[in-house]
């Protein structure tokens, strides 16, 4: 797992935190910044004190982790914005479960929230990303990003 450094961003994971924040770990990639996920982000800090961290699991045509770098680099901002927080961001192993199950390791989250794309072309729910999600015990939230109902032009 390779931790982004981007100027905007700092890796605090493990650090203690003010009573009461919740550290919340946002998995997503090619959804990071879809309407969905920036509203759950946005609902789940106003209800209290959040540190949110987006972690991209790297797709396996991205070996050198370009296009997951671009992704943090997109959506950091649009979720800093989301949430009025600093969000850090973490590019992690190509299997979610490994990517997800190291970033535990790393940092401390009280809660997870998992973004996938449209039931029908989603290989994270097609593998049941979800259901080996809650084997780790955290409260999770899955967001589905809506398919857009529009023709393809000719």
Known sequence: MT???????????GMAEP????????????TAATPGLL???RRRAAEGPSRFTLLV???????????????LELAIPLLKEATGEHVD????DEDPVRAVTAALG??????????????????????DLPTRLQR??????????QALDRPLAR
Do not use: C
């Open 3 to 13: 931790i982004d450094d981007g100027a905007e961003q700092e890796y605090t994971g």
């Open 19 to 30: 009573p009461g924040v919740r550290n919340v770990l946002v998995i997503a990639n090619r």
């Open 39 to 41: 509203a759950e982000v």
């Open 57 to 71: 699991p790297r797709t396996y045509w991205d070996a050198d982790t370009e296009e997951s770098a671009a992704t």
């Open 89 to 92: 961001g973490l590019i992690g």
């Open 106 to 127: 790393q940092g401390d989250y009280d809660e997870l929230i998992l973004s996938t794309l449209p039931s029908h072309v989603s290989r994270w729910l097609h593998m």
């Open 136 to 145: 780790f015990g955290l409260p999770l939230t899955v967001v589905t990003a």
